[in-house]
């Protein structure tokens, strides 16, 4: 009779058993992704509370073969829903990057073959001190050399004595969302020679890089030797959503993953930082932004080139928004930590060789945006375009 009851759980408890197989194997199968993760969290609490229904079970033997019937047919009807009517994908685009579907982009097809060039260009390495950078990538849209600098306009028959400038920043300054003639190092450089001072234009911008970063990337440059007579750096949105993200002023994006992955998961915690109240945070990011303007400063003077440091602009505030960007821009932590931060910028008084650009698209109806704040080729040109006055005077006075 004990074998009998042993016989009946186990063939009870397979149902549970299959579910989770199944859908561990398919989802491996296809991609170990968080919706794969959820899905096979919410089969195990399945199995659990099947597991215990059949515990409870036990001391009646008549029940256990109806708890496997229904649980067999239970798992074989959601094995044929979930493959047969999986839930549609949010992405809209062949290769799963939703902003293709941005009114500002003048045309589908570019924009399909555009991002997918951008998805299979975001494999980004360990980089010391920085912690990543695209590795090398060759497309027809986007080209990144062997230093993860992303291809730049060049002047034909560019002089050896040309003024060379170093463009620092965020993925705004890498150029998401425009071809590589398009980002707005490329817009500068054919500015300048329009001006009739041609110059070499690097770009050092890499997706996620906070201010500090940025000023990293720049010091690893000089320590090599690589001296420009001109630096701009291009930040803003990504201390505003370090500061929404981390709750502390500075800190790289997704910093939690390195903390975790320095640890191993056996180390203890960093000490938690004193919470700070969303004005302290505001005012503590820009204390660090500007404190990196200073240091950015000194660097100017000891190795002798020219800087400029421009603030950028964000969808939340001062441009009208069309349909699709005020749908885009969608992330309410992030809008009130801008509002914060951008509203103390205003009145906040600033070096020289500071401007703040965050109303550049004030008054423009047009679309620009394909997210919170990257911009399609058009408005990296107006960008650049505000830009110019500043860096006529800097050129032209070395």
């Given amino acids: 009779m004990q074998q009998m009851s042993t016989a009946r759980v186990v063939l009870a408890l397979a149902p549970g058993i299959a579910a989770l197989a199944f859908v561990g194997l398919y989802e491996a199968?296809?991609?170990?992704?968080?919706?794969?993760?959820?899905?096979?969290?919410?089969?195990?609490?399945?199995a659990g509370i099947y597991l215990s229904a059949c515990v409870l079970a036990a001391t009646r033997a008549d029940l256990l073969p109806k708890i496997a019937l229904a649980?067999?047919?239970?798992?074989?009807?959601?094995?044929?829903?979930?493959?047969?009517?999986?839930?549609?994908?949010?992405?809209?685009?062949?290769?799963?990057n939703w902003r293709a579907e941005a009114d500002a982009h003048p045309d589908r097809d570019w924009a399909d073959a555009y991002y997918r060039e951008f998805r299979d260009s975001v494999r980004m390495h360990w980089q010391p001190y920085v912690y990543w950078r695209r590795p090398a990538f060759e497309g027809e849209h986007i080209?990144?050399?062997?230093?993860?600098?992303?291809?730049?306009?060049?002047?034909?028959?560019?002089?050896?004595?040309?003024?060379?400038?170093?463009?620092?920043?965020g993925s705004t300054i890498w150029g998401t969302g425009a071809d590589d003639d398009e980002t707005i190092p490329s817009w500068l450089?054919?500015?300048?020679?329009?001006?009739?001072?041609?110059a070499r234009v690097v770009n050092l911008g890499e997706s996620g890089y906070v201010s500090t970063q940025a000023l990293i990337r720049l010091m690893i440059e000089l320590r090599r030797g690589n001296v420009?007579?001109?630096?701009?750096?291009?930040?803003?949105?990504?201390?505003?959503?370090?500061?929404?993200?981390?709750?502390?002023?500075?800190?790289?994006?997704?910093?939690?993953?390195?903390?975790?992955?320095?640890?191993?998961?056996e180390a203890p915690k960093p000490p938690t930082p004193e919470e700070l109240g969303d004005r302290a945070l505001a005012e503590a990011t820009l204390d660090l932004y500007f404190g990196n303007v200073r240091m950015l400063a000194a660097l100017a003077r000891e190795f002798d080139f020219e800087l400029l440091?421009?603030?950028?602009?964000?969808?939340?505030?001062?441009?009208?928004?069309?349909?699709?960007?005020?749908?885009?821009?969608?992330?309410?932590?992030?809008?009130?930590?801008?509002?914060?931060?951008?509203?103390?910028?205003?009145?906040?008084?600033?070096?020289?060789?500071?401007q703040?650009?965050?109303?550049?698209?004030?008054?423009?109806?047009e679309p620009r945006y394909i997210d919170?704040?990257?911009?399609?080729?058009?408005?990296?040109?107006?960008?650049?375009?505000a830009m110019m006055p500043r860096v006529l005077t800097a050129l032209r006075g070395r």
């Fill in 29 to 46: 199968g296809e991609d170990a992704t968080e919706a794969a993760a959820l899905g096979l969290a919410w089969v195990q609490c399945f």
């Fill in 71 to 96: 649980g067999w047919t239970m798992t074989l009807t959601a094995s044929v829903v979930y493959v047969a009517f999986p839930e549609p994908p949010e992405p809209v685009s062949p290769h799963g």
């Fill in 143 to 169: 080209r990144v050399d062997g230093e993860g600098r992303r291809h730049t306009h060049t002047p034909d028959a560019l002089p050896a004595d040309a003024p060379r400038v170093f463009v620092c920043g």
């Fill in 189 to 198: 450089s054919r500015r300048l020679e329009a001006e009739g001072l041609p």
């Fill in 228 to 265: 420009p007579d001109l630096v701009i750096c291009y930040d803003g949105v990504n201390e505003v959503a370090s500061a929404a993200q981390t709750r502390e002023p500075g800190i790289p994006l997704n910093e939690v993953r390195r903390r975790d992955e320095f640890m191993l998961g």
């Fill in 309 to 354: 440091c421009f603030w950028q602009p964000i969808a939340y505030l001062h441009k009208p928004l069309t349909a699709y960007e005020e749908e885009a821009a969608g992330h309410a932590e992030l809008d009130d930590m801008a509002e914060r931060i951008y509203g103390l910028l205003e009145g906040r008084e600033a070096p020289d060789c500071f």
């Fill in 356 to 365: 703040d650009l965050q109303r550049v698209f004030a008054g423009r109806s």
């Fill in 372 to 385: 919170f704040c990257h911009v399609v080729g058009v408005g990296n040109a107006e960008i650049v375009e």
